[in-house]
């Protein structure tokens, strides 16, 4: 057994070897960049966290509340407020508030990203053949694989998390972009050309209006893994919630 298989480690070794070289060489000359990186992002994800702190948590329950009232019903506004109070309640406050501005940080770059990546996709063919690919494997390899990168390149804390987040959150958003700006109606098109429209009023009257239904279940969907990503992440020390999880599972702590 040992002839077959002693190639394959010398093989995963080569490997290895180059990968640790590529990963000295990004961070030996790529220090200023990704210096920069992380600052920025953590200046971004610390304003979340003080506007989420700004209110007090009653006043904060009470506007969510207000909102869910105003977009969806009074029964959801009603268990807004009491899931909030429940959560001043346990404890939990600032490792929510925590969580959200993590959550809120990361979807606000990830749709930064995607919602032009989904834009130019729909429009040039070429674009999409080099995206699609590239959110195929985003969306097949495992979560915890999301990790790696971010902390080889930023270490850890709540930067690296938030990059993990991103990239894990941003394919939906990306490919229902470009599903919503493709099923506009070629006569609405058409329409709008002979109106004279140039190809950015094309984009902005015409298309994103008509694809907006499908665009917001990509932000949907976007939002909804970077919750569940940012959870994984506590194990890089993004905080949060996470970490609550994250003790609780160490020390088999069922209450916690």
Not at 12 to 39: C, K, Q, R
Not at 62 to 72: E, N, T
Not at 148 to 156: K, S
Not at 167 to 195: C, H, K
């Amino acid at each position: 057994m040992t002839g077959p298989i002693s190639p394959l480690f010398a093989q995963s070794s080569m490997v290895a070897t180059a990968a640790d070289a590529v990963v000295a060489w990004l961070l030996l000359n790529g220090v200023l960049l990704f210096d920069g990186i992380n600052a920025l992002i953590l200046a971004f994800a610390e304003l979340c966290e003080l506007l989420l702190m700004a209110p007090s948590p009653l006043l904060m329950a009470v506007l969510v509340a207000c909102v869910g009232f105003w977009r969806v019903s009074g029964g959801f506004a009603l268990l807004c407020l009491v899931g909030l109070n429940l959560v001043v309640v346990m404890g939990l406050w600032e490792p929510m508030v925590a969580t959200l501005a993590l959550v809120l940080a990361a979807s606000l770059l990830a749709l930064l990203i995607g919602l032009p990546l989904g834009v130019l996709g729909a429009r040039q063919r070429w674009a999409w053949q080099l995206t699609r690919p590239m959110l195929d494997l985003m969306q097949t390899m495992p979560a915890f694989v999301y990790l790696i990168p971010a902390v080889m390149l930023f270490g850890t804390g709540a930067v690296p998390a938030i990059i993990a987040t991103l990239i894990f959150s941003m394919p939906p958003v990306v490919r229902l972009t470009v599903l919503g700006i493709r099923q506009v109606p070629e006569d609405l098109i058409e329409a709008g050309r002979s109106f004279g429209c140039s190809d950015w009023q094309l984009l902005q009257k015409v298309q994103l209006p008509n694809a907006l239904p499908t665009l917001m279940t990509g932000v949907n969907q976007t939002i909804m893994l970077a919750l569940s990503m940012v959870v994984i992440a506590s194990m890089i020390g993004g905080g949060g919630l996470g970490d609550v999880v994250l003790q609780g599972i160490q020390q088999l702590n069922i209450g916690l």
